[in-house]
């Protein structure tokens, strides 16, 4: 059997510094609408970046205030979560809203939230597709919602510090671009999270999705739905996480005390009482602009295909497993993360 490596994120409380965030135009960007938005993490509060006219590029710069001196010693992840690349075609000089196309998502990043500086590039494909509902209203595809989280993992350790800068980069087809000149890109949520590593059980994990919907019946007895949303859910049970993984210190002195501080589970149920966490169940890493490969790009669309925004439904259960020794002892732990969109 060959377990899952996968990680958890969360966000320590406060983190962002209010009335110090902004977001604004890097290269080739109109207009930003709702800029606080993208600093909220409630997904219908986003915000609106409106590309040039024919842009095949298009860049942000955030910056922003945040409260990390006690993160030093945690490795982060960066996500922008919630996205949507929307195109249209041109109509006497304005978007033509009947050709609307949901686009795959090209992104690289580079920041000083870690001390790391590469670029990262991280791809948002199986996001275009698009169905028709019975009043052929055009909708996202139901498997993705239409909404894609780009992920950067594996960035290191926090930076010291009380502000921090966040480049996004947003790259097109050049042939689409030509096609359809107009574009929308939305943006959720600017996720920073310090990150649990674990390791699943790939026999007891489950990913699913569903639609809740109001629905009543016609006088042709046609179903009807409406006011539908979109819910996925993973369930899944961590093995062999140590007494660390879930207190979250470690006494490496007796005289004086010196206590290591380590991301854990204790802090991640507290956190997310209030603040959304994120499941990356494949994390891919982080892949260099001048290295990435054709695997480097299908393993960044299916982590951001399966990875989960949302809160710990239900209780977390930490149970001893098979090995019992003390301090030393290993515990196997439940859990269920639900998102809804």
């Not at 569903?210 to 539908?228: K, P, Q």
């Not at 210190?249 to 007796?254: A, C, D, K, N, P």
């Not at 892949?287 to 990435?292: D, F, K, N, P, S």
Request: glycine share 8%.
């Amino acid at each position: 059997m060959a377990n899952q490596n996968s990680i958890i994120s969360y966000v320590p409380q406060p983190y962002f510094t209010e009335g110090a965030c902004t977001i604004i135009n890097q290269s080739n960007v109109d207009s930003i609408d709702n800029s606080d938005g993208i600093f909220d993490p409630d997904l219908s509060n986003y915000v609106t970046v409106n590309p040039s006219y024919g842009a095949t590029s298009f860049a942000v710069k955030i910056d922003f205030g945040k409260q990390s001196l006690r993160l030093t010693n945690y490795d982060m992840t960066l996500a922008f979560i919630g996205c949507s690349l929307l195109t249209y075609e041109d109509s006497g000089g304005s978007p033509d809203l009947s050709t609307e196309f949901t686009e795959n998502i090209n992104c690289t990043m580079s920041s000083n939230i870690t001390a790391e500086s590469d670029t990262q590039i991280s791809f948002a494909h199986n996001s275009e597709d698009s169905i028709f509902t019975f009043c052929r209203t055009a909708m996202p595809s139901i498997i993705s919602g239409g909404l894609a989280n780009i992920i950067f993992n594996g960035l290191g350790v926090s930076n010291t510090g009380t502000t921090a800068t966040v480049y996004g980069t947003f790259t097109r087809n050049a042939a689409d671009a030509s096609a359809r000149p107009h574009a929308v890109l939305l943006i959720g949520h600017l996720f920073i999270g310090v990150d649990i590593p674990i390791t699943m059980d790939p026999r007891v994990f489950n990913w699913t999705m569903l639609v809740e919907n109001e629905r009543f019946t016609a006088r042709d007895f046609g179903a009807i739905s409406s006011d539908g949303t979109l819910v996925k859910r993973a369930t899944g049970e961590i093995l062999k996480i140590d007494n660390y993984s879930f207190i979250g210190s470690e006494i490496t002195s007796v005289s004086p005390i010196v206590v290591t501080p380590k991301a854990n589970f204790f802090d991640l149920v507290k956190g997310n009482t209030s603040y959304p966490l994120l499941l990356n169940a494949y994390p891919a890493g982080s892949i260099e602009l001048a290295t990435y490969t054709l695997n480097g790009i299908n393993f960044t669309a299916r982590q951001n295909f399966f990875s989960i925004y949302g809160f710990l439904e239900d209780p977390v259960q930490l149970q001893v497993g098979e090995y019992r020794d003390g301090l030393d002892t290993e515990y196997r732990l439940r859990f269920r993360i639900q998102e809804t969109r």
